[in-house]
């Protein structure tokens, strides 16, 4: 059974039809009114151990970035996971999303939603082609424990 959730931001609370229904996250469930900041919403999914779902990349990126910052060798300040879903079309997300949730490899092997989870992993779904999957930043405390335990 899989140990974690995804957040689904307002711009892609359509989409929560494209992942199992235990795994989905609306920001009303996590206490956040639809219209919340951006910078917020990353915190949220931080502290609940939550992967994004958004397609508003751009501003995400940035504000994960901004939290991992903020991290020291005692706070995990870690973003578990950001899906940014390109198209603007609604219909065209859902049909690229699902497709790409399929068929998500990264250095060479398959994975799925608990290895970007895990790994702490972001995916871009465009509208044609692959994802794009490349790592999110580490938090200095994921950094330090693991640097300790070697």
Same mark, same amino acid.
């Given at each position: ?8 931001? &307002? ?36 502290? &609940? ?102």
């Amino acid at each position: 059974m899989a140990n974690f959730g995804v957040l689904m931001d &307002n711009c892609t609370r359509h989409l929560y039809k494209c992942f199992s229904e235990r795994l989905v996250n609306q920001l009303e469930a996590v206490g956040l009114p639809p219209d919340s900041s951006d910078d917020l919403i990353v915190a949220t999914a931080s502290a &609940n151990s939550l992967i994004i779902v958004t397609n508003n990349g751009g501003h995400f990126v940035q504000e994960v970035g901004k939290r991992v910052a903020r991290s020291t060798k005692h706070v995990c300040t870690r973003v578990e996971g950001l899906i940014i879903v390109r198209p603007s079309d609604a219909l065209v997300q859902e049909r690229v999303l699902r497709a790409a949730l399929k068929n998500l490899r990264f250095e060479g092997r398959k994975i799925g939603l608990q290895t970007v989870y895990d790994e702490a992993l972001q995916v871009v779904v465009e509208a044609s082609g692959p994802p794009k999957i490349t790592r999110l930043p580490r938090c200095l405390l994921c950094d330090y424990g693991e640097s300790k335990a070697s």
